[in-house]
């Protein structure tokens, strides 16, 4: 049985006490992906943003909101675990500065000014000892080629290909890639049997692996 970490759902990064950026990631996907797990004996940890989704009762689950905290709570887990699968999407900008006050409308444009927040997988990748790394790409232009280029920066074992359609949705299409840029399957379907679909992938090449 292995212990599995779960990124999932979005991160808020916010511009005062009311606005905030985010995405429409709706943690369909990560919690799919844990019931799959636990129904295959695993141990389940999910690290979310926000989400209207239930997961899991067996699941251990930790609540955060930003792209920070989220980081802080996975590396503070990712030595406990044997792998990691980032179905998260963290947001990946924050402002430079947060305004104390809610900013005011003048009638006039606003001029944000963003910088990167940090990246949570390839920063776990980057850390690991004996655990594996799973991560997940939504691309929208050359899609197998950024994908690639995320699975070797973010040192991950596979990684798993998927469009914007999957945003919010019920349902994805998926490649999952090895380190050698190869496709080694191609899903579709509701995001309940790509999940069972994909854990086996996972379970076959990266945690019969690791006994």
């Not at 844990?34 to 009762?57: D, F, K, M, N, T």
């Not at 280029?149 to 090895?178: F, Q, T, W, Y």
Request: with cysteine; aromatic share 4%; proline share 6%.
């Amino acid at each position: 049985m292995a212990r599995i970490l779960i990124t999932s759902g979005p991160t808020r990064q916010y511009l005062d006490p009311v606005r905030y950026l985010t995405n429409a990631s709706s943690g369909r996907m990560g919690q799919a992906l844990a019931e799959a797990a636990l129904a295959r004996g695993h141990e389940v940890v999910i690290v979310s943003g926000p989400v209207l989704v239930s997961y899991p009762e067996r699941a251990q689950v930790h609540d955060v909101v930003s792209t920070e905290e989220m980081l802080e709570v996975s590396r503070r887990l990712f030595p406990e675990v044997d792998g990691v699968i980032g179905v998260a999407a963290p947001c990946d900008y924050r402002p430079e500065r947060v305004a104390d006050h809610k900013i005011a409308k003048t009638g006039e444009p606003l001029v944000l000014h963003l910088i990167e927040t940090p990246d949570v997988i390839a920063t776990l990748g980057a850390a690991k000892t004996h655990q594996w790394v799973v991560g997940f790409a939504l691309e929208t232009d050359d899609q197998r080629l950024r994908a690639l280029a995320k699975l070797e920066r973010k040192s991950c074992d596979l990684m798993v290909l998927n469009g914007p359609e999957a945003m919010h949705s019920e349902n994805n299409s998926v490649e999952i890639l090895d380190p050698h840029g190869a496709v080694i399957a191609a899903y579709t379907g509701p995001k309940s049997e790509v999940a069972r679909l994909i854990f086996e992938i996972i379970e076959q090449r990266l945690i019969r692996a690791a006994e």
